[in-house]
């Protein structure tokens, strides 16, 4: 059983920066890529950005292209996500979430094994 606990989330302005973290806790972790999903109220989840554990690689919702960065630390077995120049629209509790094994596209929430809890960002005008 792998848990994954968010962490970083808050209240900012527009324009400011956030750094979440998502953390894996379990004996073993065998991953192939983890997500970050994002749900603002009356809204449908959705892809964020996500990263390949093995070799690094990235893919980005296009709202968010050129301002927010996913990286993974493999030893800390931990996945970040570098939100720049936030802006109202990217008020939403945020999700990380892992998948397991290997999968031809990360941008389905419903291809993750695992979830977080959750960590709120709000972003105000």
């Known amino acids: 059983q792998v848990q994954l606990v968010e962490s970083g989330g808050g209240l900012v302005q527009a324009g400011d920066s956030l750094r979440l973290s998502c953390a894996a806790s379990?004996?073993?972790?065998?991953?192939?890529?983890m997500g970050w999903f994002r749900q603002a109220p009356g809204k449908e989840r959705e892809f964020v950005a996500a990263i390949t554990w093995s070799l690094g690689s990235t893919v980005y919702t296009d709202s968010v292209k050129g301002r927010f960065t996913i990286s993974r630390d493999n030893a800390k077995k931990t996945v970040y996500l570098q939100l720049n120049s936030l802006k109202p629209e990217d008020t939403a509790v945020y999700y990380c979430a892992a998948r397991t094994s290997y999968t031809t596209t990360l941008r389905a929430a419903w291809l993750y094994d695992y979830w977080g809890q959750g960590t709120q960002v709000t972003v105000s005008s």
């Open positions: 379990a004996r073993t972790f065998s991953t192939y890529a």
